[in-house]
């Protein structure tokens, strides 16, 4: 009978153990575990079923693996924040449990995400016989997963790949980010980064931008080159790609926020002396800010994230497809309690956890999303909430 453990009951962790409530047929037993217990106990008693609440502090090795050992849960879903992955993978390799995760490691004391840390567990995880899928949100994800369908059913040769991350919402609130402050802080205001012919090409942060007309009718949105750790793996495992760019959409006022405490030092990841302690502005600038969690009830609006993959036909004619899914916040709300940027993450990591317990995606060792047959993930995502269209033609042209 499998059973999952939840570690983090955040804004994606409450999605996540709502949709695996949903599906007790695949997750027949729940565990959820995150470092304050009563966030946990909050969510737990919103469920539609029982599940068990925990604490752990996931930094610490033993502790999660002594409640591994007394679980014996068949897989983690970790939805706690990227430093803590090095340590779940650690855990799960000692008490034997199969590893999944949203967003690659990053270190505390650096904003860099790299996959190399996580890669450089594939033979550990091979050894132990055991899996961990790295990334089974929506961007890193999901994104994934439309390159792959499209290479399989329309672009088997592909040259390029633009993914474009819109949020058409609004939450109404003067400044606040759709997921944890201090995470999506320290990707907005990194270097921009594109792969070209093998190599990478580095811009200043939020230097490139271009105008995005959304489809069915959803407006027209400035979206803005980042790098996304999704570019890194689909270099490594897209044969022949010559250029993969990430693009997300930002509002001037969010813009100028940011600008603004960027200036005056409120990003910043190093401590800074005050009064006699330590501080790092940025984990301040959280404290102040409001919890994705509680953006829920307040924004409306749609977001549309999708993939466009321009390449050669099976018969070697040129091809352009874009693949997309539109989320509605209220819908979204409606239904678990959370914003379309927690449930478009939350519910990919259910799906990917039941490609695992269902044995549709398995292997030894570590695992990027577009090692996969995209098929059966692409039907749950229909499935589980998250429907999504093909436009075979290009919605986007920028040099
Ligand atoms: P939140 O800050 O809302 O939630 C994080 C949760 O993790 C909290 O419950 C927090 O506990 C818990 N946590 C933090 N540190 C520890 C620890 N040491 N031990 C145990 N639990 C801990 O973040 P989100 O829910 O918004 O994001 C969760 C993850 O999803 C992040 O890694 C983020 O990068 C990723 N993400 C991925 C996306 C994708 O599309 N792939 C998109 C959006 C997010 P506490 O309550 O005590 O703070």
């Not at 609440?53 to 930094?59: C, E, G, I, S």
């Not at 490139?208 to 790098?227: C, E, H, Q, R």
């Not at 001037?252 to 006699?276: A, C, Q, S």
Request: overall charge neutral; glycine content about 8%.
């Amino acid at each position: 009978m499998p059973k999952v453990l939840i570690i983090g009951a955040g804004g994606v962790g409450a999605v996540v153990a709502h949709k695996c409530a949903q599906a007790p047929e695949v997750f027949t037993d729940i565990v959820i575990a995150s470092r304050t217990k009563s966030r946990v106990d909050a969510l737990a008693s919103q469920l539609p079923r029982k599940v068990t609440a925990a604490q752990v502090d996931a930094d610490n090795v033993p502790q999660t693996v002594a409640l591994l050992k007394k679980h014996r849960p068949d897989l983690v879903i970790n939805v706690a924040l990227p430093y803590q992955d090095l340590h779940i993978m650690d855990a799960c390799l000692e008490a034997g449990v199969n590893y999944m995760d949203t967003a690659n490691y990053e270190p505390l004391d650096t904003a860099k995400f790299e996959y190399k840390w996580q890669w450089a567990y594939q033979e550990k995880f091979e050894k132990a016989g055991l899996m961990a899928l790295l990334g089974s949100g929506f961007d890193p994800g999901v994104t994934s997963v439309f390159c792959t369908y499209i290479q399989k059913h329309f672009v088997p040769a592909i040259d390029e790949i633009d993914i474009i991350d819109c949020n058409a919402g609004s939450h109404g609130q003067p400044f606040a980010t759709n997921f944890n402050p201090e995470i999506n802080i320290r990707e907005v205001t990194a270097k921009g980064r594109y792969w070209q012919a093998g190599k990478w090409i580095e811009t200043a942060p939020l230097s490139v931008k271009s105008p995005f007309a959304m489809p069915d009718g959803l407006g027209t949105l400035n979206i803005y080159l980042m790098y996304h750790e999704e570019l890194e793996s689909l270099g490594r495992h897209i044969k022949g790609l010559k250029r993969a760019r990430f693009w997300m959409s930002f509002s001037d006022n969010y813009l100028k926020h940011l600008e603004v405490l960027g200036n005056v030092g409120m990003t910043r990841i190093d401590p800074v002396r005050f009064n006699g302690t330590d501080i790092v502005p940025l984990q301040f600038l959280k404290a102040l800010l409001p919890d994705p969690a509680s953006l829920g009830p307040l924004t409306k609006g749609k977001t549309c994230i999708g993939c466009q993959v321009k390449g050669r036909d099976a018969e070697g004619k040129d091809k352009t497809v874009f693949v997309y899914n539109v989320c509605d916040h209220e819908a979204c709300y409606k239904e678990v309690k959370s914003q379309a940027i927690s449930y478009t993450t939350g519910v990919p990591a259910m799906i990917g956890a039941k490609m695992i317990l269902t044995g549709k995606w398995a292997g030894k060792g570590v695992f990027n999303m577009e090692q996969f047959d995209p098929d059966p993930f692409m039907d749950a995502l229909n499935t589980h909430g998250l429907p999504w269209n093909v436009l075979e033609k290009s919605v986007f042209e920028k040099p």
